[in-house]
């Protein structure tokens, strides 16, 4: 059996319901940084990586597409 407390109605507080009570707000970037094929070439080539210009190229358009998407 549960135990149940009886209030009076002058004992109730009525607040309008608001969305933001249960919610997180999120953070989201100011403005969205492309990806250049240039910074990619040198990111390759510091962790010593071989790629061809295709390959660049492919990986410039998916993380930008990502990071549009984001």
């Known amino acids: 059996m549960?135990?149940?407390?009886?209030v009076k109605?002058?004992?109730v507080t009525v607040?309008?319901?608001s969305?933001?009570?249960f919610t997180q707000d999120k953070e989201?970037?100011?403005?969205?940084?492309?990806?250049?094929?240039?910074?990619l070439k040198v990111l390759a080539d510091s962790l010593g990586l071989v790629y061809s210009d295709t390959e660049i190229t492919l990986s410039k358009k998916l993380l930008n597409a990502y990071l549009a998407k984001r």
């Open 15 to 17: 607040k309008p319901f």
């Open 19 to 21: 969305l933001a009570y």
């Open 9 to 11: 109605s002058t004992e």
């Open 28 to 39: 989201r970037p100011a403005s969205i940084k492309k990806v250049t094929k240039k910074e």
């Open 2 to 6: 549960k135990k149940v407390n009886v």
